[in-house]
C-alpha cells in the first residue's frame, strides 16, 4: 500500500491511485471530515477503475484514525480548560472513539469500499486503579485493522487475562459525555462531516504537531544514515 496524507491533495492523489487499481493507506487523519472525504476519494476512484476495466482483485484501501494523537497532541484539553469544561483521561478517549465509530458506521451504511484502520492506541484510561484499552476493548467485533506496536503489545500483557473482550462496536458514546465534548468547538467541528473543509485538513493542530514529529524523525534518519556512509566512504 501506498500512504497518502489526509490532505486535500491527498484525497485527490488517493483517487488517482485507486482508479488504477494501487492500495492506498490514508495517514495523518484525525477527524470525520477527514475520514469521509478519503472515503469518497476512494469510492469515485473505484468507480473510474471498474468503468476502464481496471483489475482490482488485489487492490485494497484502508483509511486510518491516529487515535490518541487527536486526543493528546491537539487542543482538546486545551479548549476544555479555557471553557471551564472539566475532562478526565476517559474523557478523552471517548473523543476518539466517538469519531471512530461514526466513521465505521458511516463508512458500512454507505457502502463505502474501504476498511478503518486504527493506530496510535493507547493502554488507558486508568479508572479506580485498574487499566483499560478502550482502543481496543471499545471496538471489539468490528470489521477494523488494529496496528499494535511492540510498546502497546508490551502492555497489553501486563493486564491482558483482565481483559473482557465482548462486542462492543455498535455501542454508544454515553450521553453525558457525548452531550459535554459537543460544547468544545476541537471535538465538535471534528465529530461534523462538515466540520471542516479540505482546505484546513493540513492546518489541524494535530496535523501540523504530528508532521513536524515525523519530519524530525525522517531528518534524525537521513543523519544516521550520512554519517554511516561517510564513515565508510572516508
Given at each position: 500500500?501506498?500512504?497518502?496524507?489526509?490532505?486535500?491533495?491527498?484525497?485527490e492523489?488517493?483517487?488517482?491511485?485507486?482508479?488504477?487499481?494501487?492500495s492506498?493507506?490514508?495517514?495523518?487523519?484525525f477527524?470525520?471530515?477527514?475520514?469521509?472525504?478519503?472515503?469518497?476519494?476512494?469510492?469515485?476512484?473505484?468507480?473510474?477503475?471498474?468503468k476502464?476495466?481496471?483489475?482490482?482483485t488485489?487492490?485494497?484501501?484502508?483509511?486510518?484514525?491516529?487515535?490518541?494523537?487527536?486526543?493528546?497532541?491537539?487542543?482538546?484539553?486545551?479548549?476544555?480548560?479555557?471553557?471551564?469544561?472539566?475532562?478526565?483521561?476517559?474523557?478523552?478517549?471517548w473523543?476518539?472513539?466517538a469519531?471512530?465509530?461514526?466513521?465505521?458506521?458511516?463508512?458500512?451504511?454507505?457502502?463505502y469500499?474501504s476498511?478503518?484502520?486504527?493506530?496510535?492506541m493507547?493502554?488507558?484510561?486508568i479508572?479506580?486503579?485498574?487499566?483499560?484499552?478502550?482502543?481496543?476493548e471499545?471496538?471489539?467485533?468490528?470489521?477494523?485493522?488494529?496496528?499494535?506496536?511492540?510498546?502497546?503489545?508490551?502492555?497489553l500483557?501486563?493486564?491482558?487475562?483482565?481483559?473482557?473482550?465482548?462486542?462492543?462496536?455498535?455501542?454508544?458514546?454515553?450521553?453525558?459525555?457525548?452531550?459535554?465534548?459537543?460544547?468544545?468547538?476541537?471535538?465538535?467541528?471534528?465529530?461534523?462531516?462538515?466540520?471542516y473543509r479540505?482546505e484546513?485538513?493540513?492546518?489541524?493542530?494535530?496535523?501540523?504537531?504530528?508532521?513536524?514529529?515525523?519530519?524530525?524523525?525522517?531528518e534524525?534518519?537521513?543523519?544516521?544514515?550520512?554519517?554511516?556512509?561517510?564513515?565508510?566512504?572516508?
Amino acid at each position: 500500500m501506498i500512504k497518502v496524507p489526509g490532505t486535500k491533495e491527498g484525497y485527490e492523489v488517493i483517487k488517482v491511485l485507486t482508479s488504477r487499481g494501487i492500495s492506498t493507506n490514508n495517514t495523518l487523519t484525525f477527524t470525520l471530515p477527514q475520514l469521509m472525504t478519503c472515503a469518497k476519494a476512494v469510492k469515485e476512484g473505484v468507480a473510474i477503475a471498474k468503468k476502464n476495466g481496471v483489475d482490482l482483485t488485489r487492490w485494497r484501501s484502508v483509511i486510518t484514525h491516529m487515535t490518541a494523537r487527536y486526543g493528546d497532541l491537539g487542543d482538546l484539553r486545551k479548549e476544555a480548560d479555557a471553557l471551564g469544561i472539566e475532562i478526565s483521561e476517559a474523557d478523552v478517549r471517548w473523543a476518539e472513539l466517538a469519531i471512530f465509530k461514526k466513521a465505521y458506521r458511516l463508512v458500512k451504511e454507505r457502502n463505502y469500499p474501504s476498511k478503518m484502520l486504527i493506530c496510535s492506541m493507547r493502554v488507558s484510561p486508568i479508572i479506580n486503579g485498574k487499566k483499560h484499552t478502550w482502543h481496543l476493548e471499545k471496538l471489539a467485533g468490528g470489521d477494523i485493522v488494529f496496528t499494535c506496536p511492540p510498546s502497546y503489545i508490551e502492555g497489553l500483557f501486563e493486564f491482558f487475562d483482565d481483559i473482557e473482550f465482548r462486542p462492543q462496536i455498535e455501542e454508544e458514546v454515553p450521553k453525558e459525555v457525548l452531550d459535554k465534548l459537543m460544547k468544545i468547538p476541537y471535538f465538535e467541528r471534528a465529530y461534523r462531516e462538515d466540520g471542516y473543509r479540505p482546505e484546513e485538513f493540513d492546518t489541524h493542530p494535530v496535523m501540523i504537531a504530528t508532521a513536524t514529529e515525523f519530519s524530525k524523525a525522517t531528518e534524525t534518519m537521513v543523519e544516521f544514515v550520512a554519517k554511516r556512509l561517510a564513515a565508510k566512504c572516508g
